[in-house]
């Protein structure tokens, strides 16, 4: 069975700070992996994306993301976090045998000045 | 700029009464999908087309349908709309199957 467990459903930084947004995944079969952010009344734009190339994965607007199969992990990080990072962040596993897209249940980011 | 385009950006319908939401895409992918959002929920997946072949998710209610005359447009109809399909309506595509989708910026549906 495949899954995505985000492990912070609210994170909240004050900017200029790190940010770190938890994701755990579960897949029968080598799964690609995605991070989404979906900002109020918008569609979702790509982060970065896993495809089995390197387990360091830099992708748009200073944010990366480290894949580890021997802890299942896909966690999205920022060294400092902007005002225009707040919004929903949402870690996506899409297993290899349907690709369909399997989404977390979605983390909130909220940066305080 | 390659995108999907979605029209209109919030509509409003009467209960029972038919409406149809559009999606036209100008990155010629071959793929192109429909998911529902609920307030702070992830989006779920309605169907998807690749090409003329039509994918329908298994729990997709049957007043959900879908119509893609071209590979540019796809077009959602819901039937007779109920207070629970009020939502947040996406369109996505790819070039196959399993690859990065990309997304249109969604229509506001709401019920009267």
């Known amino acids: 069975a495949q899954s995505v467990t985000q492990l912070d459903s609210h994170v909240s930084v004050s900017e200029g700070t790190p940010v770190l947004l938890r994701c755990n995944y579960s897949?029968?079969?080598?799964?690609?992996l995605f991070w989404y952010v979906q900002h109020p009344n918008k569609g979702l734009q790509l982060l970065l994306k896993?495809?089995?190339?390197?387990?360091l994965v830099k992708g748009i607007n200073g944010f990366e993301a480290e894949f580890k199969k021997s802890e299942t992990s896909f966690h999205l990080t920022k060294p400092s976090a902007h005002m225009s990072d707040a919004a929903e962040y949402f870690c996506?596993?899409?297993?290899?045998?349907?690709?369909?897209?399997?989404f977390g249940q979605g983390t909130t980011l909220q940066v305080k000045p | 700029d390659a995108m999907v385009i979605q029209n209109p950006r919030y509509q409003v319908t009467q209960f029972g009464k038919p409406v149809t939401l559009s999606c036209s895409q100008t990155?010629?992918?071959?793929?192109m999908y429909w998911y529902q959002q609920k307030s702070s929920q992830a989006p779920k997946l309605l169907f998807h087309?690749?090409?003329?072949?039509?994918?329908n998710e298994a729990d997709t209610p049957d007043n959900f349908q879908s119509r893609r005359p071209n590979t540019s447009f796809c077009f959602l109809d819901i039937r007779s709309p109920g207070l629970g399909d009020a939502a947040m309506y996406l369109c996505?595509?790819?070039?196959?199957?399993?690859?990065?989708?990309?997304f249109g910026d969604g229509t506001r549906l709401s019920i009267l």
């Open positions: 087309y690749y090409d003329k072949d039509f994918n």
């Open positions: 990155l010629n992918h071959n793929v």
């Open positions: 897949s029968s079969y080598s799964p690609s």
């Open positions: 896993y495809t089995s190339a390197a387990t």
């Open positions: 996506v596993v899409v297993p290899s045998n349907t690709g369909k897209l399997i």
């Open positions: 996505a595509t790819s070039y196959r199957v399993s690859q990065p989708q990309h």
